[in-house]
């Protein structure tokens, strides 16, 4: 059993955190009701992106993990007995916040925890303000049609991170995120890094030979314009789906199986080599 | 002085040894002529593509770093003040071949010598069968633009290698390479595996902010017709050049300078998470 229906909600933030967890909520029941098995939200689902300002009002529409967020959650993904990834607003303790993501199984059982590595800090991107860098690892679980890993938006760029989780053993690689224009930025500008963040994405499905999904939020907010396109690609980089730059439930049907076949063709773990590999763990070698 | 003009030589094998490096050597004359102070040769530059089968007679065809076939290039490099990337077939010692390249400077001087550290075995690619792995890790060289590193062929599928080069300083990375399609493989096929092919060297560029250069050989080998498509992109992945299916001097400027200006845009090097990346040393984790 390894087809699974996937699906990938792409929205705009309704302007309210009430209004925008209603409106989640209506879109993963439509989302099951079509028939998706495994349902993925974007990057801070119920909230703006954060990240456009710096802002201390932000950090008191933080969750605790076993918070009521996420139990809510938790009901909808065992009423619908669907697979749920759900990034949010993480709060650990007194001051110690995170970029997070938890999935949540058919039984509301919450069955991987994580947190975002790689935190940006760049102009509409003040994510290291709010943010502690990830101390979970990156960790797979098992589904009933495979393994999934997820990493979260700025995670996207770095094949070091969908490398391990594909060493773990992920089949599907998703990636909720939150990535726009801001207004500074020409129509080349965008098209150019809309392209980039695809390329770089379809690269480490070719790389390590998995399936791929990101997630990516609409709308403006605060000056920064989320360009949508979701998409999910196969295990040699070929895209199987993607959205517009409008509000839509992108559904895919993958076989995980098909991660296997594309290994015998291009064998590529049997060629990594290991013993030459230890710069990688510095930051600069010079 | 960061601005470059670098040339790729794609061209098919011609029959037999001798002619091919004359030919190779009127290309590069007439490179250098057009302006080139960059020259790069595809793999195994002056042979066929000894890995479409498996026939102990090419053993007899290699070179030593420091034989006969060098010094010719190094004579050439130096009498046209130009630097010349020139991969071959070496012999190391008796029994001891490895699929390398060296970059001879404008004063004909040996300044980089790298051996392939990825090697494949796959049909139509027996390379297991002539050469060790590569021992001489990721070097890279001052050039009077910037730092070059070079990977051949089979190490484009690896993002680590790309990587390691890059935090060597690598500003351009070349892949001399032979490429593609199998008499069995069918025109959907042959398509997938070029645009997967071209997406993970982009996404090189894009990952670590360098220019990459590739550059593949033409024509009917034992039945293998490569693919030619040579192509140079930017520090962020975008296509500057890119040559067709048939014999072609592929020109390109560079201005390695950009390198840092894409950077500080898209500051990856900042937020790689070191910590973390000790998986990588493994072949895999479970």
Chains 1, 2 share one sequence.
């Not at 199986?257 to 594309?262: A, D, G, K, L, R």
Request: charged share 20%.
């Amino acid at each position: 059993m390894s087809i699974c229906s996937l699906a990938c909600i792409q929205c705009a933030y309704p302007g309210s955190i009430t209004s925008s967890v209603e409106h989640h909520i209506r879109l993963i029941r439509a989302a099951a009701n079509e028939g998706a098995q495994v349902i993925v939200l974007q990057e801070l689902f119920q909230q703006p992106y954060v990240g456009a300002r710096v802002d201390e009002a932000h950090f008191s529409d933080a969750s605790a993990v076993d918070g009521a967020l996420i139990q809510q959650m938790s009901a909808l993904s065992k009423e619908l007995a669907i697979w749920l990834v759900v990034p949010f607003f993480e709060q650990a303790g007194p001051g110690v916040y995170y970029n997070a993501a938890v999935v949540l199984d058919d039984q509301g059982e919450r069955v991987l925890h994580y947190r975002k590595n790689h935190i940006p800090e760049d102009p509409g991107f003040h994510e290291k303000y709010y943010f502690a860098p990830g101390d979970l690892g990156y960790p797979v679980v098992d589904t009933p049609w495979g393994k999934l890993g997820v990493l979260i938006c700025w995670d996207q760029w770095f094949p070091e991170a969908a490398r391990v989780l594909a060493l773990q053993g992920a089949q599907l690689v998703v990636y909720p995120t939150a990535i726009g224009s801001l207004e500074t930025e020409s129509k080349t500008e965008m098209a150019a890094f809309h392209d980039a963040w695809q390329t770089i994405q379809r690269s480490h499905a070719i790389a390590n030979g998995v399936f791929v999904a990101a997630v990516n939020r609409v709308g403006v907010e605060s000056g920064t314009t989320f360009w949508g396109h979701s998409f999910v690609a196969g295990p040699f980089g070929e895209i199987l789906a993607e959205a517009g730059e409008k509000e839509e439930i992108l559904h895919a049907t993958l076989d995980l199986s098909e991660v296997e076949t594309v290994r015998k063709t291009w064998p590529f773990f049997r060629d990594r080599r290991i013993d030459t590999y230890a710069p990688l763990l510095k930051r600069w070698t010079q």
